[in-house]
């Protein structure tokens, strides 16, 4: 037995639907093939790296080559998506020393990131790959251990087909700017504010 609420938000719901069903337009002017996306999912909520490498998950379905570049995540990490990455074969490179905001030093993280941009940069212009993954990479920019005008180059010289998706906070307005898609993931609530501990499988 459905309750009186439930029963009131499905009314309405059902006359909603039906209002936009029948007065959608398929659009004419949109291009047909693939073409490139430079995509950013930036904001202070959970979820950037997830949607990325769900993203990944996707395009490999579809037989595309992708590859991953983590910006702070170290070479020997073995987190859940490392785990399923080795299963499907699927190239990904750790690049950093772990949290920066925990490094003991940071010139060799700077270091880290520039020696990673230019794997990535390789990478991009390879004309090997459909999709690239740069994961937390809106922090080098930001700290300015990578020049944002070598970016947006290499972005702008990019095979027209190339996919490339680009995580983490604070973004910089160059690359909102450039970006054909941006999602900024908020936080609403967080299990770590109730004092909840990460859950392996779900943070790693």
């Known amino acids: 037995m459905t309750d009186p ?4 938000r499905r009314e309405a719901a059902m006359r909603e639907l039906a209002e936009a069903r029948d007065s959608h337009q398929k659009r004419e002017d949109l291009s047909r093939g693939r073409r ?3 995509i950013v999912n930036t904001g202070r909520g959970k979820g950037k790296t997830t949607a990325a490498l769900g993203l990944m998950m996707r395009a490999h379905g579809r037989g595309l080559r992708v590859r991953l570049f983590q910006f702070l995540k170290h070479e020997n990490a073995k987190f859940g998506e490392h785990r399923t990455l080795d299963v499907l074969g699927l190239e990904y490179e750790g690049l950093g ?3 920066t905001w925990r490094s003991r ?3 060799n993280s700077a270091d880290l990131a520039a020696h990673g941009w230019e794997l990535a940069k390789a990478a991009i212009l390879s004309g090997e790959y ?10 080098p920019l930001k700290f300015g251990w990578v020049a944002w005008p070598d970016v947006e180059a290499i972005l702008r010289a990019r095979d027209p087909g190339l996919h490339v998706v680009i995580t983490g906070r604070d973004a910089l307005p160059e690359l909102i700017e450039l970006a054909d898609t941006v999602s900024e993931i908020q936080p609403v609530k967080h299990a770590y504010n109730a004092g909840i501990g990460a859950q392996a499988g779900i943070e790693h």
């Not at 609420?5 to 009131?8: G, K």
Request: glycine residues 8%.
């Open 130 to 139: 459909d999709l690239v993954v740069l994961d937390e990479f809106t922090y």
């Open 36 to 38: 490139g996306l430079l």
């Open 97 to 99: 020393d772990g949290f």
């Open 105 to 107: 030093d940071l010139e």
């Open 5 to 8: 609420e439930t029963a009131t």
